[in-house]
């Protein structure tokens, strides 16, 4: 580890983001302007084809009339075999790029992108290119400097790399004109030659890093993030409105309720709610509904407004832009993954976010067309595996070799019951007991979370003995926690059992996330690795790859195979899991279903 700290030190917290009196971008030498030349016709990109095969690397970059691969066009290809050069291919005088297929599909050159999800989503819709090896240096640049904020636009990474200045005036100018500017063309020609030697000063830190391994997962899941997106997720629509209809009714019958109680004030307003509530003898610090809820029972008012603050928040953060996004070409929704959504290395998803959608009822909106099905699979109980292999608690990989229910053995712990005994409430409560505790909470931590996530009351007295229940019971998880708090001002990064490293140049160490980093990462991991397997295996079929959420893939597949491919599918997941995890099984749930809302 000391090695690698070191590295950290000098490669990292050196840059110019970090705490140095740094240049201004106007102090910055520009990036040198690369010869460009233009290729209008099939006979020259046969021979740019010659030129390209053999080559280490390239950059690439492409410009489009839009963002959205369905609605716009590539009017611009750039390739670069070197950064003095750029060959610019005229998207509006080439119909096809065929005779580039065999450059792009082989292992080299590699295909240097910046954010290369954007260029692989139109080039294989409008013209079916697919992606040998490629290299990423968005990401590059989110792995190196993980936890670390950075700015990951190609022109700050350009300016923090290479410490120069990458114009981006031209980004924003209309690139559908038939007929592009000198400038335009020298834009365009810049931003694919910057790429390789980005790349270079990149590799020099992933390999000192020891990220290598890492870097090829997250590359090669752009590809099966490319399919998610393009693919995107069947929407009834009519389902929908019908959603939309009875939450616009329930939230006028709540409003009654609401203005019955606190009268005619902006619902609003922090200061005119607990303003009303202080009048009726309620006084609470903030009137958010954690705050409000054990008020609900007694007060119809203060339940209907924690209510009507829930409806809305739906309406206005899942309803509505699921409704605005479905696209009238697909009849779908295509959300946009962040590869890197986090620091554990965790996705995320917006326009729209589908990875924070309600369980329940409502999920039955997110359907299999007709004569089509959904293979929703999620891993069982993979934190709770993965911190198993970490801390190699004996209690805990035992149980899991043997088969049994982790959530009633720590409920038959801490209430002294019987495995056989064990109520549901019990297991609510070890659920409770399990998510918190694993994660460094404390006995007062664990009473608020209980509360807020399980609806599970306690007090100060009975948490703190199931604190020390637990943790007499798994001393295997006591220990290592106590290794991790014991180092925990001398720690400069965190690590997954990839090798994924989140870095910290602060004096600040949070237990909770020092804990939860390695595991929440780990399964970030591993659900990569799935979707790649997965995207490998259904590339080029009718098979779809259509969301994901943490630990949870759905695909969807024709209504006739589904039973062959669920199977597929569990195969694939599991063997990612034993990736990473080697001492206790991995288990995945798989259902073949009509919509979400049935897992």
């Not at 010869?35 to 053999?54: A, Q, R």
């Not at 489009?64 to 509006?92: A, C, H, W």
């Not at 995207?535 to 695909?555: A, G, P, Q, R």
Request: glycine share 4%; with cysteine; aromatic share 10%.
């Amino acid at each position: 580890m000391s090695e690698n700290n070191h590295i950290i030190k000098m490669n990292v917290d050196g840059q110019l983001s970090f705490g140095e009196i740094t240049k201004t971008i106007s102090d910055l030498p520009s990036f040198k302007s690369p010869k460009f030349n233009i290729i209008k016709n099939e006979e020259d990109l046969v021979e740019l084809s010659k030129k390209l095969k053999g080559l280490k690397a390239i950059g690439l970059d492409i410009e489009t009339t839009g963002l959205n691969p369905y609605f716009s066009k590539v009017r611009l290809v750039q390739i670069s075999p070197n950064e003095d050069l750029t060959y610019i291919l005229d998207m509006q005088s080439i119909n096809t790029l065929e005779s580039l297929k065999e450059v792009f599909e082989a292992r080299y050159p590699v295909k240097v992108i910046h954010n290369a999800i954007f260029e692989q989503k139109f080039l294989r819709y409008h013209y079916g290119l697919d992606f040998g090896t490629l290299y990423d240096t968005m990401l590059a640049n989110k792995l190196i400097y993980n936890g670390i904020y950075k700015r990951n636009s190609l022109q700050e990474v350009v300016k923090d790399e290479l410490g120069l200045f990458l114009d981006k005036d031209m980004q924003t100018s209309s690139w559908g004109s038939s007929s592009l500017n000198n400038m335009q063309l020298k834009y365009a020609a810049k931003d694919s030659a910057v790429l390789l030697p980005l790349r270079e000063k990149q590799i020099k830190k992933i390999i000192k890093l020891d990220l290598i391994d890492v870097a090829k997962l997250e590359f090669d899941c752009t590809k099966a993030v490319t399919s998610l997106e393009l693919n995107g997720v069947y929407i009834n629509k009519e389902l929908l409105n019908e959603y939309r209809k009875k939450t616009e009714e329930e939230l006028n019958h709540l409003l009654i309720e609401i203005r019955n109680f606190f009268g005619d004030i902006n619902i609003n307003s922090h200061k005119q709610v607990a303003t009303v509530l202080s009048r009726k003898g309620i006084y609470t610090e903030s009137t958010s509904e954690s705050d409000l809820k054990k008020y609900a029972g007694e007060y119809k008012g203060i339940k209907a407004f924690i209510d009507y603050k829930s409806l809305h928040k739906r309406l206005n953060s899942t309803i509505d832009p699921l409704n605005s996004n479905i696209n009238s070409i697909t009849k779908r929704v295509h959300s946009n993954y962040n590869q890197v959504g986090a620091a554990s290395g965790r996705m995320s998803s917006h326009n729209p976010n589908l990875q924070n959608i309600p369980r329940g009822d409502f999920r039955k909106i997110f359907s299999a067309p007709k004569n089509r099905k959904l293979i929703i699979a999620d891993y069982s109980q993979i934190e709770l595996r993965i911190i198993a292999e970490i801390s190699k608690d004996k209690t805990l990989t035992n149980a899991f070799q043997n088969k049994q229910d982790i959530h009633n053995i720590t409920a038959s712990i801490i209430t002294h019951k019987d495995i056989n005994e064990i109520t549901k409430e019990d297991r609510q409560k070890a659920k409770a007991v399990n998510f918190g505790l694993v994660y460094g909470m404390g006995a007062k931590g664990l009473v608020r979370y209980a509360n807020s996530s399980f609806n599970i009351q306690m007090s100060n007295i009975e948490a703190e003995e199931i604190y020390y229940k637990f943790f007499e019971k798994y001393d295997g998880i006591k220990k290592w926690h106590n290794n991790v708090k014991a180092k925990s001002n001398q720690i400069e990064y965190l690590e997954t059992l990839s090798g994924r490293k989140r870095f910290y140049n602060s004096e600040k160490r949070y237990y909770s996330e020092l804990f939860n980093t390695p595991v929440q990462g780990t399964g970030a991991d591993i659900l990569k690795y799935a979707l790649i397997l997965l995207n490998k295996e259904f590339y080029k079929s009718k098979i779809m790859l259509v969301n994901t959420v943490h630990d949870e893939v759905i695909v969807e597949c024709d209504d006739s195979e589904s039973e062959e491919i669920a199977k597929i599918v569990n195969r694939l997941m599991v063997k990612a899991g034993r990736k990473y995890i080697k001492n206790v099984p991995i288990v995945v749930d798989v259902m073949i279903s009509d919509n979400w809302s049935e897992k």
